[in-house]
Each structure stands twice: as structure tokens, then as C-alpha cells.
């Protein structure tokens, strides 16, 4: 019943923008802890940005700080990653994932690149495909 949908991804050149959408179905957003996760080809999967359920506490990567922005809008039970500046690097699949009070304190410290890192916790959507040509 629980099911997170992914949409947004896209083919930019370097420096182009882009804006992530998680839309979520079966249970509210507004209760749970979100995360932005990616898997490029060839490497581990690796946590992008977080949001805290009241939304008043945010992570995000070192790579991607000052460029990413992370946001929910709870009337519409979606959370958003905008991407702006985009390199190559961030070429990946781009999942979100949500989790309860109970497992929200472990999905932010998996954001936050803690072991072990190819775990997931909680609900996990798709994937959607970002591509970053040069």
C-alpha cells in the first residue's frame, strides 16, 4: 500500500537544473522522514539529502551542498531535490525513500552515509534516471 513514485529526471548539460519530485501514496508525507539517495553506474549507492518529518532539519552530501535544495510541500504529499549547477557526476539514479518515527533516526543516518550503506530502510521508490553530459 505504501509507494513512492519518482519523476523529474532528465538528459542536461553541465550546469543545467533540475527539479526531483517524490510523490507518495498509502500514508502522508508529512510524518515521515525523506531521503534522497543515488546509485551511479559502477559505484555504491550513496545518500544525497535528507528532510526531517517536521522539516526542520536537512542534510545533505558534501558534493552536492550549495547546489541541491531540499523540500516538501505537504498539501500535495510530495518532497522535492532541486538540482541546480549539475555536473557530470551527478549522473545517477536518483531514488527517494521514507520512513516512520520509528525508523526515521536510521534512514538519517543512512543518508548520512552510515554503514552499512546498501541497506534500505523504510518505503523506496524506483528511481529516476538523471543524465549529465559535458
Known amino acids: 500500500q505504501l509507494q513512492l513514485v519518482e519523476s523529474g529526471g532528465g538528459l542536461v548539460h553541465t550546469g543545467g537544473s533540475l527539479r526531483l519530485s517524490c510523490a507518495a501514496s498509502?500514508?502522508?508525507?508529512?510524518?515521515?522522514?525523506i531521503g534522497w539517495f543515488r546509485r551511479a553506474p559502477g559505484k555504491e549507492r550513496e545518500g544525497v539529502s535528507c528532510?526531517?518529518?517536521?522539516?526542520?532539519?536537512?542534510y545533505y552530501a558534501d558534493s552536492v551542498k550549495g547546489r541541491f535544495t531540499i523540500s516538501r510541500d505537504n498539501a500535495k504529499n510530495t518532497v522535492y531535490l532541486q538540482m541546480n549547477s549539475l555536473k557530470p557526476e551527478d549522473t545517477a539514479v536518483y531514488y527517494c525513500?521514507?520512513?516512520?518515527?520509528?525508523?526515521?533516526?536510521?534512514?538519517?543516518?543512512?543518508?548520512?552515509?552510515?554503514?552499512?550503506?546498501?541497506?534500505?530502510?523504510?518505503?523506496w521508490g524506483q528511481g529516476t534516471q538523471v543524465t549529465v553530459t559535458s
Open positions: 525513500a521514507a520512513a516512520n518515527a520509528r525508523l526515521g533516526a536510521a534512514l538519517f543516518r543512512l543518508c548520512a552515509g552510515a554503514p552499512p550503506r546498501g541497506m534500505k530502510i523504510g518505503s
Open positions: 528532510i526531517s518529518a517536521s522539516a526542520g532539519s536537512t
Open positions: 498509502g500514508f502522508t508525507l508529512d510524518d515521515y522522514v
